[in-house]
């Protein structure tokens, strides 16, 4: 079945390819075959293959490592925190590469532009931006010495119970100035020399205010006494300021001495410093699309390549990461007790779907390229990583979370497990998701209210249903059909698909969702909803995923051949399967809610980003 979706506009932005898997059957059979329907798709798989085969991706900071001292464990640190130091004013300047000022106040940066970039955790691409984001964050804190709004949907709440802040404010044209070089001096610049170890020991804190924030100690080298030594020379003021140091310090100093504070949304862009997460995404994107290219062109360079990214990122001694996310997304802070990575951190290595997936269609080709050495090296490697995603406490509380996190953590754990050869445990992993957070994901319109709560709801709407897509298509390579699974509330995946079709995104980016309306429409079959906003669309004929997404391509959705060999209707949700649904009139109450949040009256959805009942109430059950 070949569908065509009308095109009036032109995209003028290319779509990153989303976390995905192709059933390796499909890419062996339709790969390699002229078809005028799919071959710009292929063409694009092509130039994507060659452009990765320029870059070696490897965890391995310049200068920068790790708590543990390893420089092969990955490090990266959690996008949307910003540092809240609120410097007294009667210090010196205290970060090099400042200006004179010693005082400054903690100015909150207004909502970024719809086009900002993610953080390391949902980018699907690389940046080379680094310096236009760094003078963003620049002018953000000149711009803007007073809090912004608070938004009202989400509560951005700090994990300690004890509320001390203080942010001092002036009036004042000449105070305003001297805060606004305070606050320059707090930003971390882009470039890191910064050593190449981090002490084990923790500085004290006795100087510093209580932080309203979960922190993560990060100490680097080069600072025998760290900020610390400095902050003890001067007196706390009576308002509870962080004493300012008396002498320069590296703008490093802002990550050891400052307590963190979460703004949801709004990406600090000094996460871009480190590599780890860019290389995560590289290796991923490089993996499929160059051994995708192989299967398409024959061209055995394109699979030797693959496998040379996954050398240098998960087996040569010198560059490999090790199977572990102890240290992803870190909240940073002069804390002790926070030198561990945070629960946010295993998404970003949701890619590594990719990687296994172009191991699998390798290995179905019966290449000689993919040797035995090859096989027993990446197998050790995905062994241990699974093991870490199934006894770790980060990856654990991954899993337990209602929202995007959890989908993906099960959805990694599957993964992993069919690469391992291990389908009962892939299929446990996916009905543990499907029976359980999914069930509480959409509500009976079809919205997401776990990510429409949040700053950017059509962008984690649309993230989250790559993520149940991704699923729901590795459970169909397991002869398992999760596309008609339904939430308590009588909703499938189709049904978030059309609903987010039919909202306004805003000024947020439309394409997003262009490639699971594709995927939608392979399984089930079109809809108005999706078949009005794709009119809108145009150019996806040439993304990957759009041959990632035809016919052939799934065998348990509703549009799939029935092994009569006639096609399945589409299930649309048939209003007499009353079975998971929530009957009766539909009471505002929390009760109703007690899925998510059990015995808890809020929950936490991202690093120290929680939402609270209420919050939610509206977009399950509409305005009471």
Known sequence: MHFILIALLVLDKTLADPTDFVRPSYALEHG??????????????????????????????????????????????????????????????????????????????????????????????????????????RSLHEDHLHLAAQHNRILRLRRSSIVTSSTVSSTSTSSAASASESIFDELPLPQAPFGTSLPTTAPSTDALPTPTSRTTTQHFAGFSSAPQAAVKTQKPSKSSCTPSPTKSLAPSATWTTCPYIARDGQVNPDVRTLVCAGAANQVSDGCLSNVMAFIISGNVQYAQTAISMMKTFFLDEETRMNPNMNYGQMVRGPKPENKVGTFTGPLDMRGLVKVINAIMILKESKSSVWTSQMDQGMSSWLTQYLSWMQTSDIAKKACSRPNNHGTYCHLSIAALSIALGKN??????????????????????????LEAVRTRPFHYRCFNLEAMITAAKIGDYLGLNFWVQKTKYGTTIKDAVDFTCAVKPGKEDASELVPHVAAMVNAYGPSKPCSDFMSKQSGYQSKPFWFYNQPGALSNAPTSKSRAGKRSTVVWGREDDKGSRVTGALDPGCQQLQGIFSDESRVEIDNDIYVTCPELLPLFFGSS
């Open 32 to 137: 390699p075959a002229s078809d005028s329907f799919t071959d710009s798709a292929k063409a694009t798989i092509l130039r994507n293959a060659q452009a990765c085969a320029k870059k070696r991706p490897s965890v391995v900071n310049d200068g920068v490592v790790a708590p543990s001292g390893d420089k092969n464990d990955y490090l990266s640190w959690a996008p949307y925190h910003w540092p809240n130091c609120n410097w007294c004013n009667s210090g010196h300047s205290h970060l090099a590469h400042s200006g004179d000022g010693g005082n400054g106040t903690d100015a909150e940066p207004e909502d970024p532009p719809p086009d900002q970039d993610l953080g390391p955790g949902e980018d699907t691409g690389d940046d080379d931006s680094d310096d236009t984001d760094y003078m963003q964050a």
């Open 424 to 449: 009962d445990t892939a299929s446990d992993a996916l009905h543990d998701y499907f029976s359980g957070p999914f069930r509480e994901q959409i509500a009976q319109s079809g919205e997401q209210p």
